[in-house]
């Protein structure tokens, strides 16, 4: 079975940079799809962040512009979002997903149980 | 951006009655639609996709039905594990968007 399992710091403060890791098994994120990060506000509002797909192309929400960078290590089979310049608004529950298509329609099929940030100096 | 509006946004239900939940994007997502149940402190689960398809292992007793903006989650004969939260999210064009939840409880 595929399973997604995120890390990283559960407290960041203020202009700093949120780096987290979602380390992937069962499936090798070279081999197919596209790997997203999805994150879930306090109140339970779901964003959609970015994702990196099995050959390394991006796709970054415009509502995040230029301060997420969604990269990975295909030698330990993980990939990391780094969120810069972050504010109390980026307080939330950070998910990575896999995206998995049918040759059109695609959805979220695996998701990662979650890891909870917080913003606050 | 496509916009989902989700409703209702809360439904209080006894266990065995049949509920529907709606989903309307702002614009034709021509059935690019998916819909997960989120569980308390869990992360959400794939229910449906393209708008009817019914994920691996999901029981019979739900349903998706619509297309253009207009979709819909139907759940037969509700059963104790089928409370929590309900999301639409579309899959025409990125930013992919979800709609804003409906928290199924129990009456």
């Known amino acids: 079975d595929v399973q997604l399992q995120e890390s990283g710091p559960g407290l960041v403060k203020p202009s700093q940079s949120l780096s987290l890791t979602c380390s992937v098994t069962g499936y090798s994120i070279t081999s197919g799809y596209y790997w997203n990060w999805i994150r879930q506000f306090p109140g339970n509002k779901l964003e959609w962040m970015g994702y990196i797909s099995y050959d390394g192309s991006n796709n970054y929400n415009p509502s995040l512009k230029n301060r997420i960078s969604i990269t990975r290590d295909t030698s330990k089979n993980q990939f990391f979002l780094k969120l810069n310049s972050v504010t109390t608004e980026d307080t939330a529950t950070y998910y990575c997903?896999?995206?998995?298509?049918?040759?059109?329609?695609?959805?979220?099929?695996?998701w990662g149980a979650g890891t909870t940030v917080t913003v606050s100096s | 951006d496509i916009q989902m509006t989700q409703s209702p946004a809360s439904l209080s239900v006894s266990v065995g009655e049949t509920v529907t939940i709606t989903c309307r994007a702002s614009?034709?997502?021509?059935?690019?639609l998916a819909w997960y149940q989120q569980k308390q402190g869990k992360s959400p689960q794939l229910l449906v996709y393209a708008a009817t398809n019914l994920a691996d292992g999901v029981p019979s007793r739900f349903s998706g039905s619509g297309s253009g903006t207009q979709y819909s989650l139907k759940i037969n004969s509700l059963q104790s594990e089928d409370f929590g939260s309900y999301y639409c999210?579309?899959?025409?064009?990125?930013?992919?968007?979800f709609g804003g939840g409906t928290k199924l409880e129990i009456k």
């Open positions: 997903a896999r995206e998995k298509g049918d040759g059109y329609y695609v959805y979220f099929d695996v």
């Open positions: 999210q579309h899959f025409w064009g990125t930013p992919w968007t």
């Open positions: 614009e034709n997502i021509y059935s690019n």
